[in-house]
Each structure stands twice: as C-alpha cells, then as structure tokens.
C-alpha cells in the first residue's frame, strides 16, 4: 500500500493576472487546506420502486483554508488583503492549480494538474487573541469546471491538456 501524503497535493494561486500569471504555492502558514466538494444529489423515488435513487448531478467545489498571516508570505499578504479591503466581485478572483504530485505529467518532470477559476471568500483577514498569531481563515470557491493540463513545479507553467474531457486522473507514477 502506498498512501498519498498530503503534502503531495500542491496547490498555487495565481497572485498575478491571468495574462501574465504569477503561481504562488500554497503553503507558508498554512495549516489547513481542506476540499469539499459539495456533490448536488437528486433523489428520486418513483411509484413501482420499493426503494429510492440517488444521483449525482453536480458539484459545487470549495477549498476551506486557516493560515498564519505571514507578512512575508506572497498568498497569505494576497488572500488578507482582499479581505482588508473587502474587495468583491472580479477583484476578489483569481486561479488555482491543484497538482498531484504522485501522478506523471504529459511531459517529463510534470505532474497532473486542474487549473480552476475561483472567488475568495475571506472570513477573517488577520486577527486572534493576545499573544496569539494573526489567523486567516475563508474559502476559495471554485468556479466553474476545472481545466486538466499538468503543471511544472519548477518553471511553474501550466499546459492544458490536448484532451480535458475526462476531469479525472488515469495514470500513476
């Protein structure tokens, strides 16, 4: 058995603008970097069945964060200030690229990627208790549908995939 660490799912946020991206990992301060999908169900139950059924027919994707506000830490400075300004709308935007880590890219020294448009939504910009570090905690939520591609974590491009119709990754290192 070879179970996935969590620190093989990486994930950075584009702290640029989405012609000029600029990736920043997510991960000084950072605590917590939960995903919850949010599966939409429809549950039918029709008149000859003995039993209902339950489908599956969408997903509303958010990624619940807590962090250390890290002054000098480039997502951390991004994600308070949107709160500090409460910004919204367009101005509260951005992209995320999820890799993991554990599965080979299309090319050599690239991994399996979903870039994703989402909107942050901060709950707390930087504050806590006496003597205690300023937390951040919020979500990004997810827009739209993902698109697969694989990600180089050193150069830190993203190439879409010739192929994204299948959301899910199929291949293992």
Known sequence: MSIAARCELLSYLN??????PKWAL???GFSDLTEN??????D???????????SITAYSPTFDFTADLDKEDAVTTFISNIGRERKVGADCET????????????????CVAYKQKVAIK????????????????GSLLYKGDPVKGAFDTKTLKFTEA???SNPMPTSSK
């Not at 999908?37 to 429809?42: D, H, S």
């Not at 208790?129 to 300023?134: P, R």
């Open 37 to 42: 999908l949010n599966p939409k169900t429809k």
């Open 122 to 137: 901060v709950d707390n910009s930087g504050s806590g208790a006496g003597g205690d570090s300023m937390t951040l905690t």
């Open 26 to 28: 997510i991960g000084e």
């Open 162 to 164: 010739s192929d994204s």
């Open 15 to 20: 702290i640029g603008d989405t012609e000029t």
């Open 95 to 110: 992209e995320i690229v999820n890799c993991y880590m554990w599965l080979k890219g299309s090319a050599e020294g690239t």
């Open 44 to 54: 039918s139950h029709y008149i000859h069945q003995k039993s209902g059924t339950n």
